[in-house]
């Protein structure tokens, strides 16, 4: 196992599966940049250690998988209107040109920036009392390669609901498994030894073929991701409260929402 602030990566030779963890659960998994430095460094790892055949991704603890960016963290910008440094851009396996298989196992909260690893996951486990939204409108702030990336896993209406509704709504993990998000649903605390049966059957089989599924499948949607992820840029600089206003609305947040 090798141990960095913020993730645990625990490969297993035997079985060929990896688990990575993040591992700020008084954070609620929240993703700092170091975090998100080491989560990159691992999937590339990963390209090299021919000993790993199948990861899985998951959080530590039961209240969350990961709630995102750490909102106490400052990320610096550039000055230039036309650059915004976005650090989670490339803590998902495929921004990392990882394609061995990655499966995702969701506890509790899972939310805005935790979609950037769903996102790149070949598909979700999750405990049935994980939910799903995401906050950004509520704090004037767009969803832009988060409703993507979902966009590319749910029905147009399903995502643009989650997207929209902000804090006030949560997707509940069976309606996540009815459209589609979730491929399978398990009891409280057992999502992470499911999506690492999956990952040993998988990784049981002759890598190449594996990865070569693993890229046909991707194949079938990059060239709508890749168009749609170059307008994120413009449309977060356009519609983004300024920061310290984003700050004020995140500081008064209300606590109530519904599942459904």
Known sequence: MSE??????????????AVVTLDRPEKHNAIDLTAARDLSAAWRGFRFDDSVRAVVVTGAGARAFCTGIDRSVEVPQPSSPYSIDDPLLAIGPKANDLWKPVIAAVNGMACGGAFYLLGEAEFVVASRD???FDPHTT?????AYEAIA???RMPFGEVARMSLMGTAERLSAQRAYEIGLVSELTDPGEALAAAVRS?????????????????????????????????APHLIA???LPAE??????TARRASFRVR
């Open 130 to 132: 994980a939910t799903f």
């Open 139 to 143: 704090y004037g702030m767009v969803s």
């Open 245 to 250: 206003r984003q700050a004020e609305l995140f």
């Open 150 to 152: 979902m966009a590319q």
């Open 238 to 240: 356009l519609g983004n």
């Open 199 to 231: 990952a040993e059957t998988i990784a049981s089989y002759p890598t190449a073929a594996v990865q070569g599924t693993v890229r046909a499948v991707w194949a079938a949607k990059e060239a709508a991701r890749v168009q749609a992820t170059a307008q």
């Open 4 to 17: 960095v602030r913020g993730i645990r990566v625990e490969p297993d030779k035997a079985t060929g599966v």
